[in-house]
T-cell receptor, first 117, second 112 residues
Framework: ETGVTQTPRHLVMGMTNKKSLKCEQH?????MYWYKQSAKKPLELMFV???????ENNSVPSRFSPECPNSSHLFLHLHTLQPEDSALYLC????????????????FGPGTRLTVT | AQKITQTQPGMFVQEKEAVTLDCTYD???????LFWYKQPSSGEMIFLIY??????QNATEGRYSLNFQKARKSANLVISASQLGDSAMYFC?????????FGKGTRLHILP
């Protein structure tokens, strides 16, 4: 496997279900990101893990719970979602230089198309 | 506050013609970076090109070039000799102070 992979590619879940999205990067990067892409809206950054620490959480509802067990893996745990959470969820990774606080180009996975019924 | 504006929701261009996708930005950061990404119908975001705010020359990557005009705060993407496979959504993005924000995107259609 190369680049950034995401599973599953498609997910349909009911509002009472619990599911998890998985992301894996094979690029040796040290920062990973979750984005939400809804129709007709800009890409929304949800969570950032840099050097395995969560460094950003953009006021995301608690029904979304990220987990980053190591620098190569990122999960998004979902529970009691709402229909408006239906969207494309994209994972990305990048290389962050410690102490410089800068992140360069991000490499994205193919996304998980989530439908909440 | 940082902001990215892409004013063209959709564009149609004849194959082999050059196309310019507009992007303007607003930031108070002195150091920032500008990116363009391509998103085909498959959904994957593909990195195309990067321009640093201190780079004096416009970035180029193959058929892609970034027309960076710092005083006007614009970072337009130019695709030369467009191909049918260039049909996709294109997003302009800006990095500053560990944050990265994206524009709403421009849908580009290449006509045969």
């Amino acid at each position: 496997e190369t680049g950034v992979t995401q599973t599953p590619r498609h997910l349909v879940m009911g509002m009472t279900n619990k599911k998890s999205l998985k992301c894996e990067q094979h690029l040796g990067h040290n920062a990973m990101y979750w984005y939400k892409q809804s129709a007709k809206k800009p890409l929304e950054l949800m969570f950032v893990y840099s050097l395995e620490e969560r460094v950003e959480n953009n006021s995301v509802p608690s029904r979304f719970s990220p987990e980053c067990p190591n620098s190569s893996h990122l999960f998004l745990h979902l529970h009691t979602l709402q229909p408006e959470d239906s969207a494309l969820y994209l994972c990305a990774s990048s290389q962050v230089e410690p102490g410089q606080g800068s992140s360069y180009e991000q490499y994205f996975g193919p996304g998980t198309r989530l439908t909440v019924t | 506050a940082q902001k990215i504006t892409q004013t063209q929701p959709g564009m149609f261009v004849q194959e082999k013609e050059a196309v310019t996708l507009d992007c303007t930005y607003d930031t108070s950061d002195q150091s920032y970076g500008l990116f363009w990404y391509k998103q085909p119908s498959s959904g994957e975001m593909i990195f195309l090109i990067y321009q640093g705010s201190y780079d004096e020359q416009n970035a180029t990557e193959g058929r892609y070039s970034l027309n960076f005009q710092k005083a006007r705060k614009s970072a337009n993407l130019v695709i030369s000799a467009s191909q049918l496979g260039d049909s996709a959504m294109y997003f302009c993005a800006m990095r500053g102070n560990d944050k990265i924000i994206f524009g709403k995107g421009t849908r580009l259609h290449i006509l045969p």
